[in-house]
Each structure stands twice: as C-alpha cells, then as structure tokens.
C-alpha cells in the first residue's frame, strides 16, 4: 500500500486567495495534512486531531474550524484563510503586533491558532466583552501562558482600534 | 502585577530587567516557526511505533513479514536491530529501546516494534499488519504490594526504585494538637501541545547521523542514544526543532532511539511524529503519589512534629522516580519551621504507565499533603489560614529537616502578607453573566446554587538539582567585529531563554544586536531546561562568558585608545573610562576585532542524604504564597475558580512580562490538577488518551490572576535571580482544594477533586 | 474524520454534500408552528437569531457543543448519524417529539425521534440512506436544556437534560442525555407530574413537588460507570438538572 496506492485523487484548494493544486492524494486526508505536508504551509499545529485543541484553527468561507475535521477533498471550491495569509507582504497585523507586546506567546504552538481564532473574532464582533471573548476563544487551548497575556493582547488590540 | 521594588534601572531596550522581545517572536505569530513537527527532509520516510496492548505480557512471537510485504513499507526495527545497549534511562538503564521476544512488556504502550514507510497511513496499516504473539501475565498496579513485597519482582532490577527516610530531633515529642490525613494526588500529564516529534538524517557516508528533536536536554539524548546505537557520540549531532512544550515531558528519551535505528536501517532521512493518543503512552507523567501525614503543634500554633510516609508510583521503568521521591521527602515541611520529623519515602515499580518529570518534581504532592495539613491545623486550633501559616514561616537561617541551613533569601512572611493584602474579588452577582458561574454555558446554575470559598496554599521549592549531581551549563561568547553572537545548547521549549540570553549580552557587552547560533550539541551541555535551572545555570553561562569576551575587549580597548584599564566600565553602548571622563562606543571599540570565548557555570556542590535523611542536598530555594477564591456548584459538584491572589519571591526581575506569564501559565496548570486533570489508570491501561477525555483548564476555566512579586536580589545566583518557572504551579493546588473544602466543609483529601466528591 | 484520524477507517469513496443547498437551510412555517432545519446547518446559526428564539432549547443545547470552530461545521446530522448518548442536540430532539427526514436510494421517509435512535450509536438509517433534515414543533411555552461537564467549555456531556413544557397542551416532556443507551424519554415521571395537576396555568410549584420529580426523573436512567464519571454521579446530576429546570420551567 504504498502512497500510490492510497490514493490518486486530483483536486485544487483556494488557500490565502490563491489556488494550489493537489496531487496523487489520498482521499482520507484531512486539511490540516494537506494544508501542511503537500502544500508547504506548516502555521496551522496538530496537536489532538480531534478538534479538541484549536491549533489547527483556519478560516474556512468566513467560519474558523478545526483542519484536522476537515475531509481536505471536501474543502474544494472554499475560501481557505490561513496563518501564512495574515499580514500584507510579511508584515505583522495589529493582533500578531499585541501577542508579542503582551507576551501572549512561549511555546508558540498554539499561537497560529489563535492568531486565526481571534483575527474572525474581531472581524465578527469588533468589541467583544471580556465574557464573549473567553468564549469565544474557548475552543483554543494553550498550556503554557494561562490564557493571561493572550486575553491582554486581545484587549489591546480592540482598545487601539477603538483609538483610531 | 505589582512588584515589591522598581525592577528597571536600564532603559535600553532588550537589556536586563525590561520587557524584551522574543527572537523567536515574530515566526511564532506568523506560523513560520519551525516546530519538530515541521522538519522535512528531502526523500524523506514516516516512521510509526507499535506498542503493547497489555501492560505486562511476555512476548512469545513477532512477525513482520506482513508488514513487509505492503507497497510502501521501508523497513521495520525491533530489539534485535539495537546495535548497542538495548536500555536506556535518565538514573536507571532499565527501559528496553524496544520490548524483546522472550522478555517481558511492562507497561500498556511499550514500544516493540517500528516501521518506516512512505505515508502516515501506509505506517499505519503496516502496524496493523505485524503480528506479535503475547503470553498475558498479571499486572502489578498497586504501588503499596511492592512496599510490602507481596508483589512479583517485575524487572531484574527489582521492585524498588528508592526507599529513604528523614529522622530529625526529639521522636518523643507530641504535640497539643495533632491533625493527620492521608492525601491522594492523581496522574498528571505535562500535555505539551508540540508533540513529541524527531527527524533523523543518515550521514552519506553511514557513519553517523543528525538528529533533529525538541528535547530538554540534548546532550543527555545524545549520551543515551549513542549507548544504544554503539556510535561513539561525535558521530552524532542533535540539533534543537522548536519545542511546543515541555514541562519535564521531553527529559526522557522517546521516539530519539526509534527515529535513528529506522534512518540508519533505511539509509534515509525518517520524521516520526506522535499523535495525542501516542503521546500519552511516549512520555513519562507525574507521579501519582499517596502520602500520610501528622502534625503536632502547640496550642499557639507552632508546628512542633511532623511524621509522613510516602508513597510514589513511578510505574515500569525507573525515569526520574529516585530524584522526585527525594525532592518529596525533603519538602516535607513545607516554607515552615520544623526541628523534629519523621518521613518516610518510596518510590517503585509497578506495571502502570512510567512516571518521572513534570514542572514541580515531587513538590507538588508534598505540598498539597502539608498544605492539607496546614488547613486542618488551621481549624483545629482556630486560628485563620493566615495566622496559622504566619505563625510558622521560615525565615533564612533556618535550619530545614536534612539539617541543611536556608541560605536563600526567604521571604515567606513577606509572601504571605503580600497576597493577603491583595482585594478580594467582587461577589458573585445575582444577574452574573452565565459564563462567570460554575458549569458556565451548560446552564446548569444560576448565581442562587453557588457558594464561594476561600483557600491558603504557601510553598517553598527547591531549585536546579539535587544530591551532588554535578550540574553545570555551557555558553560561548563570540564578539566579531563588533557583532556578539552566543551559542548554547540550552532548550528553548517556550520559557525564553533565548530571549533571555540576548538580554545578558545587551547588558554586558553594551551592544543592541545579539546573533544566536544554532541550539545544538557543537558546544558543550547546558543541563537540562528543568528545575527551574536555567536562568540561573544557563544565565550564569551566558553571564560569565560575555564577561569574559568584556574583559578582552577592555584590554583592547585600553591599549587602543589608551584608557585606564583598571577603571573601564560599560555605560549603556559606550566604554567608559572613569577617571579621565573619556567614552568609546563599544561599535567603535570593537572594529576589526575577533573575541572567543566558552564558559562553564557549575553552582555550588550538594551532598548525597544520608541513612537519616541528613544533608545539604538542596542547591537554593524560592517560595511562593497563593489565594483562591472558588465558586462551586454545591449540589452538581461543579466549580469555577475566580480569582488566584499570588506573591512570588523571584529574585531579581529580569523580564517582567516573562515572570507575568510563568506565573499565569504555572497557575493554569496547578489548576488543573485540583479540579480536572488526571490520567485514570485502571488495570494498568489508561482510560482517557486524548483530548476529549484528558481535560485541560480553556480560557473559561482561567482565573483573574492578581499577582506581587517579590523581588529581592538573591546573592548565590550569577544574575541575581530565582527560577520562577515551577513555584506557581505548586502552591496554587491545595489552595484551590482548601477553597473548596472551605465552601462545602467537605475533606476532599484527593486531587483532582471530581464533581462527586463534592456533591455525593 | 476522527474515525480517519485516530480509529483506523479508511474511506475509499467520499461524497461531499456541500453543494447540496437544501441540506444547509432551515424554515419555519408559520401555519404549522414547526422549524424545519436541514441536516448541514451547522450549530453555530442555531445559537442565535430567529431559530433560537423559536427553539430556545436546541439554541442552549448547540452553545454547548465542542468548541467554537466545531459548533462551526457540526450539525443535527452528525449528531444524528453518530447517534451518540452524549450528542448533545439529541435531548433536545427527543423532548420535542421531532421528526426526521431521511432520503435515501428508496425515496424518503419520515421517523419520528422515538423510532430513530435504537442504541449506542445505532440508529434506523438504513444502506444509503442520510439525514435531510428535521422538523421540530415550535412550542407554546417554556422550554430549556442544561448540561453537566467537568470543565467550563468544550466538554462532553456527564449528563444533559431537556425539559418542555407546553402551556397549550398542558405536558411537560423531559429528555435525557449521558445517563442510558439511548437519549432516554422519561414518560413515567412526565405521567406523574401531569397527575399532580401542577401544569395549570398559574399553578405555583413546591420545592417539595420539584425534587420528588427530579427523583423519579432520575429513576428511569439507566447510567453506567466509565472513565469520564460514575453511575451515581450521573443519576444525581439528572434529578438535580430535573428539579432545577421545572422550576425554571415554572418561574
């Protein structure tokens, strides 16, 4: 059984506004492994593969959902948003600017998650209260900051976006 | 976050005692970062583990021939492919590399077996296809049968891992009051989010190999992989993959022996990468512990006598089990004054999951035993949870139940009255948003069914290692041409040392930019990013080598420009000399100059216990008070912890934000272990192997944290500072099991306090 | 795609139903009183707006499911197609009396809540047959769920209830999750509490009353022990759930 074997599925995937074409797939695989093993973009983490954890959170046709859920074959003809197509040419957005200044990252491997789950939070809901946002970030686990300095980077970005 | 004393007396950027910026920022945030788990090589092979469904079983049979035979399958490895050694082990070589035909399995998840192939799911079906045949015997999983010896001896090397006791002052004594318990604490997973992943690449020419790895300790890899491997370890090179975690799961070996025997039977560069479920089975946990404990006071309150026994599950294989008992038994006390003590300790083999490392070592559940105790004292006699701690704090000087002095600074009355001024939070609203209740959105409560209690837990931990293990950390210092650049082969698993380093150089050298080389084994060990040991031990490194590339450059310097060599300094990014007022920039300074030098920091030497338990083995101390305040659901059992009140004794503030977020972190996870976290072993087989079922505090569950720190310059460390990275996670346990107990006056002796053993 | 990842399945044809555009529709029918929802609607446009307002309890319910991102892509069909005990929507359903649509090479076939789920993740799909939607009705009265876990979010149920209570007809109905083999309807302790003639409009209710039903709530679970809880734990919490929802139900 090898690569071959599994499978020859052809599809293309519309990933951060462009298209990547996917080849000799196996039908099996979820987004989160094509996304990272066939079309080079390792910012969304595995860390559960059972939508458990959030590190593999994308935005999917304006929904964040777990990659690792995701049929990668079904997600044909979606809008695929990812980490790696935050930021215009490589700069810092204002909410990866906040993670740094508030120390919301250590290990890091939660932080493309989150980065994605708070970027479609506040493009849904540009002020949140305390209790939305906890909620709303609830399905992101982080094991090293206590959640601290992400929900102060969180707050800082909506304060200075409020300001301008 | 409030401190005791301005932390900053610089205010350049990046130097020590500012809110520097990680290096590793910015490809974090952006997804660039390169984890373990993102290594790739070209022709590149996936390797896979097949482990043991039984938890003591003898192997009869493995066929692999199946497996073989699927299209895509590489090659496949067992025992008899381990060219050297066929154990390894931190303290103990007793875990085989891979089970072996006519030897035993010890626990559910030992490795037998692994493949390499060219798709996860060709891995996959080819462990499905190998077939091993097992001769089931009857697991040891009550840790107390190998106390009493009733158990079968399960490994040549015996049942027992340690056995040692403390026996200090007057056993005669009793006290006025005596308060016992006998306290339960659970299986704790370290639950990294990085999972454990490592890519090995065969040298062309066969020799030797490169392994990338997120590790703790790459030269203690090295040392046990080369054993196994029988390659002298210059053949090997270890390189750092970024860590997603750690929190002692990463000090042992896992996947390191697999990953090269595959890469070097197949010639090819092989990743393996564990899954969730994997990993629980691939990394050692935290040791499930049952100790008993009695205090006797006088009727003021002072803790005359303590008596424990202690009990640790270390489970199949030796790990850290021996150094995590010790750690246990000698914090027994607790941040108390106490002359006279009875302790007894064990730590053994059982057919369970093995047990070693986890943030905390051993401290944890020697403290939620004494803070139990402090509770029940606290009652017994009357007296406030504060008053009956106050009444007992340790102060330096004193002398603890090994006989050794505390010569760290000591500030546990000043911890604990820092937090006690620390404002309560507000009530629980009748009209509380659903989400601020217990059972949250489930909507089971509303504010009428909760009641809020409040808890103490104080705690003082010992940091760097123990027992005469001679514990030291390597860092070179180059300076080119004004360019500094540090190479360390310290992990960063997330804690920052990376940054941290950059801080040192800034500061000493009086440079803005500071190069870091690969984190690898082409420079000597740094010891491993455990015990809270590497701002100091790695720090200390760091410190002494760019003071010595300071030195040089002084010397330069004075002859250049013929300063006073003797009264040089460095003033922000100038060298200054103090007499004739003259000031060099260090770029000036520098120019065309080439400076190289390692250094090695080894902190003063400990000493082994003795029969009674009698030495200094401990290097340094920090100490840490903490508050909770708890809402809980008394009928469902459900609880929501409000607010941790906290003031840590941190020595000198490096980083404020850094210290901000050991302490939240430490918090989340000291959290977890008093209301939901617990690997649930039955029969020797883990029950709950994800996500789903292995339940991490999310944001919901994350207290308000309101935190002092204290810093007061500790003048055994190289930079003036603690560890701050283990003491918030310990402490914080009982206090939130003494909030509960406080609202429902209920003895809850065990964590994690499950919802029924509140409510039924 | 857990059963991919994690258990070994391995899919050899797929079909994708994400352009099948009446699958991710709901309606409401106004002469009917009922709400149709199609088997892909996801939970998260249950949680607000016009659906949650005329099936406030599947509102409750799908709050409470996964995470965020799951409540996203998860729908009535998956927890119907799994069929688990602990789905969380499922309570909801079975307290409702709802129908469900199924379409199949055979044409389709309505199946009412009480024919549909047979046991631990049984079910009366047949070969080839899913989902197409659900129809509840929309009731006259108050209606609420409740679910115990031992986090603050993202957690699998312990135990769950629904309980409704239709002011026209005069009926209570409570539904049961996490505590049997199937969502578990409790006609006996709804038999009782419409004895009592406690449903009358106005009728004030008695903490007395409100435990005594809890109690025979709790009696016709069947729970188990297993690594997330205790039997006992789970026959407490749905009495306790009981009592605090009839009282809601009556405040």
Known sequence: ?164 | MTTTHPTNTSTRAGTLGTNAYRPDGVAKVQGGFAFSSDMWSENMLWGATLRSPHPYAKIISIDDSAALAIDGVECVVTAQDVPGNPYYGLIMSDQPVFAAIGDTVRYCGEPIAAVAADHPETCKRALAAIKVVYEILTPVTNPQDCVSGIAPQIHPQGNVYRHQRIITGDQSIVGDVIVEGTYEIGMQDQAFLGLESALAIPDSGGEGLELYVATQWLHEDRKQIAACLNIPEDKIRLVLGGVGGAFGAREDISLQVHTCLLALKSGRPVRISYGREESFYGHVHRHPATIWMRHHADRNGKILKIESTMLFDGGAYCSTSPAVLINAITHTQGPYKCDTASVEGWAVRTNNPPCGAMRGFGVVQACFAHESQMEKLSVALGLSPVEIRLRNVMETGDRLITGQIMDSVAPVEQCIRETDAIAMPEPLLPNADIRQIPGGTGLTAQPGNIVRGVGWGVSMKNLMYSEGFDDYSTARCRMTDGVVSLKFATSEVGQGFTMLAQQIARTILGVNEVLLDTIDTQVGSAGSTSASRQTWMSGGAVKAACEKVLEDLFDHAALTFELSRDHVRIEETDIVDILSGRRIAVSEASKGVNLDRTEEYHHPPTEDLDENGQGNCHVAFAFVAHRAVVDVDVELGLVKVVQIATAQDVGRILNPISVQGQVEGGIAQGLGLAVMEEIIVKDGKVRNPSFTDYLLPTFLDAPLVEMVLIEEFEPKSPLGAKGVGEPPCISVTPAIANAIRNATGRELPRVPIRPYDICL | ?251
């Open chain 3, 1 to 251: 795609m857990v059963e991919v990842n994690l258990h070994g399945r391995q899919p050899q044809t797929v079909i994708s139903l994400r352009h099948v555009e009446e699958l991710h529709e709901w309606s409401y029918r106004q002469t009917q009183q009922t709400v149709t929802i199609g088997s892909a609607v996801p939970y998260s446009v249950m949680e607000t707006g016009k659906i949650a307002e005329l099936v406030p309890a599947l509102a409750q319910a799908a709050r409470t499911v996964g995470s965020p991102q799951i409540r996203a892509a998860g729908t009535l069909g998956g927890n119907l197609g799994t069929c688990s005990p602990a789905g969380d929507s499922l309570p909801v359903l079975s307290a409702l009396n709802a129908v469900i649509h199924l379409i199949g090479p055979q044409g389709t076939r309505d199946v009412a809540w009480g024919e549909f789920m047979l046991g631990v993740k049984k079910n009366a799909l047949g070969s080839g047959e899913f989902v197409h939607s659900i129809t509840v009705p929309v009731i006259q009265g108050w209606q609420g769920y409740a679910k115990v876990g031992t986090r603050n979010a993202m957690v699998i149920a312990t135990a769950s209830a629904c309980l409704v209570r239709d002011t026209e007809e005069g009926l209570i109905s409570i539904a049961l999750g996490s505590v049997g083999p199937t969502i578990i309807r409790c006609s006996q302790a709804e038999k009782w509490l419409r004895k009592t003639n406690s449903l009358r409009a106005g009728a004030q209710i008695n903490a007395d009353l409100a435990v005594e039903f809890g109690r025979r709530v709790s009696d016709e679970a069947t729970p188990i022990d297993d690594h997330r809880s205790t039997a006992a734990y789970r026959r407490h919490c749905v009495a306790i759930l009981a009592q605090r929802l009839l009282v809601r139900s009556l405040a």
């Open chain 1, 1 to 164: 059984m090898s690569a071959q074997e599994l499978g020859n599925e052809i599809y293309t995937l519309r990933v951060n506004g462009q298209s990547h074409p996917v080849q000799d797939a196996w039908i099996g695989e979820s987004l989160l492994y094509v996304l990272r093993e066939r079309l080079g973009l390792p910012g969304a983490k595995g860390a559960c593969e059972q939508g458990e954890c959030g590190s593999c959170t994308v935005v999917m046709d304006s929904q964040a959902v777990c990659s690792c859920l995701v049929m990668a074959a079904a997600a044909v003809d979606t809008e695929i948003l990812t980490v790696e197509g935050l930021g215009e040419n490589g700069s810092l957005t204002d909410i990866q600017q906040a993670f740094l200044a508030a120390g919301g990252v250590q290990c890091g491997f939660c932080t493309p998650g989150f980065i994605v789950a708070v970027h479609h939070l506040l493009d849904s809901n540009p002020e949140p209260s305390e209790d939305q946002i906890r909620e709303s970030l609830s399905g992101n686990i982080c094991r090293c900051t206590g959640y601290g300095r992400i929900l102060e980077a969180v707050k800082i970005v909506i304060s200075k976006r409020d300001a301008s």
